[in-house]
């Protein structure tokens, strides 16, 4: 199978670089192009909010104009450091000769992954999975099993592994 538009889920996690590292050699190798795109959550956006009802009329910026305009400067910090992050990586990528492009965007990541790659008509969408299983995974989410169940195209998911512990080996004496 041929992959020449890669999308490639960035995120914050230790994994990414692994994820990154990934599909750009898969790039490499097939003389495909990337797509790299981050999710700002609306769940990490909403812990610095005010909650107040939309239906009412009212508006952050009408309770408390202090308090939007701080939300306001977070929400632009989060937006500059994930540009920040998907420059660096765009300017790897480019350096290297694939041809790379990226955005973001605010809301479910998973969500917005599989449109992106519906729109952006992505061959195979490379991310990583932080291994929530069980009630952890019933109550937060995952991302992955998301994008598994609704991508229009290939997926490869890679596994964040934790340093297993070793045991001392003991000397027969």
Not at 46 to 54: A, F, G, L
């Amino acid at each position: 199978m041929s992959f020449l538009k890669i999308l490639v889920a960035i995120d914050n996690s230790p994994l990414c670089q692994p994820v990154f590292a990934e599909a750009l050699e898969l790039a490499q190798s097939k003389g495909a192009q990337l797509m790299l795109l981050h999710c700002l959550s609306t769940d990490v956006l909403s812990e610095t909010s005010v909650p107040m009802s939309v239906e009412l009329g009212l508006y952050p910026q009408m309770i408390n104009p202090a308090t939007y305009e701080t939300q306001q400067v977070i929400m632009e910090q989060q937006i500059e450091q994930a540009l920040n992050l998907l420059r660096s990586y765009c300017q790897t990528a480019t350096s290297q000769g694939v041809p790379t492009e990226f955005d973001y965007k605010v809301g479910d990541p998973g969500q917005w992954i599989c449109q992106m790659a519906q729109n952006w008509g992505a061959d195979l969408i490379v991310m990583g999975r932080r291994g929530r299983t069980g009630l952890t995974e019933a109550l937060l989410g995952s991302v992955s099993n998301h994008v598994l169940h609704h991508a229009p195209c290939s997926l490869l998911v890679m596994q964040d592994l934790k340093p297993q512990e070793t045991t001392p080996v003991s000397s027969g004496s």
